[in-house]
């Protein structure tokens, strides 16, 4: 069906607002995000929220039915990237040693992509885990942990690894040395997250005492 002049540019007004509309709500989770993490989200309120986004609270919600929606897509979009990033690591690394070092690497680069999403992510567990509304975190949780089992067992079990490790410990050892940076790392700063990966997995790998 042919388009009429006034309905292309009908279609062409939709298609920017609806552009715009995409960027702004983008915009406005970035900054919830960024706030949820250095105040904590139960003492961030959507007023908070529109005075740094520099909007009334009322316009607020003409993207977002409320404070919960916007941290359940802030985390939807975080965890799901994740899992996607370290089940694609552990899929195509040639062996386990590759692959566990792909996912340290890759951690410390999503630290310093998105270390707001992080922060959050680490200081809001406890909320987390024990809300109904927010279980899709502990599931997608023990997704990734079991990526990162499963990589160990492999490498212990291929001699990469050293076979009197505990599975579950060193990934709990490697998990939480990792994910912690993001309460010191800057990423404007002059140790980068490639350097710092470095510097961990020389330490991971090696040792610390000299040989």
Known sequence: MATTKGGAATARKKGAGAGAGSARR????????EMFASRGYTQTTVRDIAD??????GSLYHHFAS???MLTEILQDFMGSLLRQFRTIAEEAGTPRAALDGLVRSSFEIIHRTPHAVALYQNEANFLGSTPEFSFVTKASRQVEKVWLDVLRAGIASGDFRPELEPTTTY?????GVWSTVR????SGRLQHGTLADQYLAILDGGLLAS
């Open 172 to 176: 709990r050892f490697i998990r939480d």
């Open 52 to 57: 740094e986004a520099g909007i009334l609270s």
């Open 26 to 33: 983008t915009q406005l989770l970035a900054i919830a995000a």
């Open 184 to 187: 010191w790392y800057d990423p």
């Open 67 to 69: 404070k919960d929606e």
